[in-house]
């Protein structure tokens, strides 16, 4: 079967940096996304990987490792607006994708 | 570019109506549109997936006499929540594929549904 999995909650201080885990099997991949969720709202979009690597883009990166079927996002100067719903999805042989849960990310002062 | 649009943001109806949702792509062509539904502090699960000009592919376990999916243009869906129910209620949101662009969906910003 396909699953995606990440944690359910993390909690991280306002300044400091936070990693996020996804592991995913799926039918065929790819590429996998990261995407933002603020309560009430629909996912924007944060990071698209299809190669072993790590992409940088401002305060966030994301890494893939496509034989582990791994991939993390990184926030550094974590701030509080950054305080929401990160959801890892994979995107199968069927151009589909695969969701994970999320990981609600708190971020105390 | 690439922005979608979705009318109504918000809806309450009772128990028993129907509730029609719009999903429009505003600066490109659609061929494809997909229908998400999400309950409180669960992930995105995927209703239908709809293809312009033809009937909308479903998930298992989601009744496609209930939810009635028409894309008839490359640029408008829309979801009809049939004879809802208070376990109707949900935030639905769709997203939008470009022709050419496999890879990329385009949310819209979603429709919070109240079944009273």
């Known amino acids: 079967g396909q699953n995606i999995d990440q944690p359910t909650e993390m909690t991280a201080t306002e300044g400091a940096i936070v990693q996020i885990n996804c592991t995913y099997q799926?039918?065929?991949?790819?590429?996998l996304f990261w995407y933002q969720q603020h309560a009430g709202e629909a996912p924007t979009f944060l990071s698209y990987?299809?190669l072993d690597g790590l992409e940088e883009k401002g305060r966030f990166s994301s890494f893939l490792s496509r034989s582990k079927g791994y991939s993390y996002l990184l926030l550094k100067e974590l701030q509080m607006k950054d305080s929401a719903s990160y959801l890892c999805?994979?995107?199968?042989?069927?151009?589909?994708?695969?969701w994970g849960a999320g990981t609600k990310l708190i971020i105390k002062p | 570019g690439a922005v979608v649009s979705q009318h109504p943001s918000w809806v309450i109806c009772k128990s028993g109506t129907s509730v029609k949702i719009e999903c429009r792509s505003l600066?490109?062509?659609?061929?494809?549109m997909f229908w998400y539904r999400q309950f409180p502090k669960q992930s995105l699960m995927l209703m239908a997936t709809?293809?312009?000009?033809?009937?909308?592919?479903?998930e298992q376990g989601v009744e496609k006499d209930k939810f009635l999916i028409n894309h008839a243009s490359l640029t408008l869906s829309t979801l009809t929540v049939t004879s809802a129910h208070p376990e109707d209620s949900s935030f639905y949101i769709c997203?939008?594929?470009?022709?050419?662009?496999?890879?990329?969906?385009?949310f819209g910003p979603g429709t919070r549904l109240t079944v009273t």
């Open positions: 997203s939008a594929r470009m022709e050419r662009e496999y890879y990329e969906q385009y």
């Open positions: 600066d490109f062509q659609a061929t494809t």
């Open positions: 709809s293809n312009e000009g033809s009937k909308a592919t479903y």
């Open positions: 799926t039918s065929g991949f790819n590429g």
């Open positions: 990987n299809v």
């Open positions: 999805a994979a995107l199968d042989s069927n151009y589909q994708l695969i």
